[in-house]
């Protein structure tokens, strides 16, 4: 689903971001990336999502090369990833049901189509109840899930998320993670970058560790670096 062959990125001052950067994550697999800050995940998220172009190496996404891929084919690229952030990016006038239907609405699909995934998606996420309240109405918990809903709405194959649980509390932090193993369960392939200790080392999944734009780890279960 996602293979990076030899990718560096640099920018115009000091040292290259990423850095011979070798990557392959199959269809269905739950990955973590982990490393300390500045270590080159913002980057190495970005160009997966087309935000930046290495300088050097070969990008593919879901069997696409996208390094020379048109600008006009680029949204047609991010239909096959959701991105959820850490600060949720809801937009605040509208309800619940409206945030998640817009990520429909700019696919221009009907709205017979609109009327039965969305309420499919919000009790996914277990907000059905709620879809008539806006963003400021709900927890921080809750506005990620909104977030997850509108993020999987269009069925991507692949989830990115950054930092999901940076702004949320334990018991939040837990259930949006619970939300991600299950959506994975579900065959989606999940792309997820924390500084959480604690859930990389409790859900045993595959973690890429980043540290000065190289990977310097690539297995299974724990925590494989120091946060400085």
């Known amino acids: ?88 990016r809801l937009l605040k006038d509208r309800n619940i049901y409206d945030n998640v239907a817009f990520a429909l609405k700019v696919m221009q699909e009907p709205s017979r189509v609109i009327k039965k995934k969305v309420p499919a998606m919000l009790a996914l996420v277990g907000l059905a109840e709620k879809y008539r309240s806006y963003p400021t109405e709900l ?38 993670m619970k939300l991600l193993e299950e959506i994975n369960r579900r065959g989606t392939t999940v792309v997820v970058v924390t500084h959480s200790q604690e859930i990389v080392n409790a859900l045993d999944k595959r973690v890429i560790t980043i540290s000065k734009g190289m990977i310097v780890s690539d297995e299974k279960g724990g925590y494989k670096y120091e946060d400085k």
Not at 9 to 22: R, T
């Open 139 to 176: 927890s921080g918990g809750e506005q990620q899930r909104v977030a997850l809903a509108r993020a999987l709405v269009n069925n991507p194959p692949i989830l990115l998320a950054d930092e999901p649980t940076g702004n949320l509390d334990a018991k939040n932090s837990w259930e949006i």
């Open 1 to 88: 689903m996602i293979v990076l062959e030899n990718v560096s990125k640099s920018y115009a001052e000091g040292f290259p971001a990423l850095n011979d950067i070798n990557l392959h994550i199959k269809k269905g697999e739950f990955v973590f990336i982990v490393g300390d800050s500045g270590a080159g995940k913002s980057t190495l998220m970005k160009i997966i999502m087309k935000e930046l172009d290495p300088t050097e190496g070969k990008v593919f996404i879901n069997g696409k090369f996208t390094n020379n891929l048109r600008r006009s084919k680029i949204p047609q690229l991010r239909r096959e990833m959701g991105v959820v952030f850490q600060d949720f």
